[in-house]
């Protein structure tokens, strides 16, 4: 089945960065929009930043300026650089994956297991 496998958390010092990769499994043919959620206990999962076929982001306001979404279609990877972090944004950040087509068929949204963000102030 079609999964996506994360990588690059951990813990930073504030003013630091992280760059994390999100990667979808082999027979993965093609996938309309990637994006990074982040979710803290008790909270909503909320929208970081996305980014569809044609290269259009969408970014949230909080992370605007210091956060940069990228893909690689080939690849069928999505990558997020995080600079400048503060304490806030310390969170679990979930890969998502939207009309997924694949050998096994086709997904409507495809969910990564997250990995952690831990900054310290």
């Known amino acids: 089945q079609v999964q996506l496998v994360e990588s690059g958390g951990g813990l930073v010092q504030a003013g630091g960065s992280l760059r994390l990769a999100c990667a979808a499994s082999a027979g993965t043919f093609s996938i309309s929009t990637m994006g990074w959620y982040r979710q803290n206990p008790g909270k909503q999962r909320e929208l970081v930043a996305d980014i569809d076929g044609t290269g259009y982001r969408n970014y949230a306001d909080s992370v605007k300026g210091r956060f940069t979404i990228d893909r690689d279609n080939a690849k069928n990877t999505v990558y997020l650089q995080m600079n400048s972090l503060k304490a806030e944004d310390t969170a679990v950040y979930y890969c998502?994956?939207?009309?997924?087509?694949?050998?096994?068929?086709?997904?409507?949204?495809?969910w990564g297991q997250g990995t952690q963000v831990a900054v310290s102030s």
């Open positions: 998502n994956a939207d009309r997924v087509a694949s050998q096994w068929g086709p997904f409507l949204d495809v």
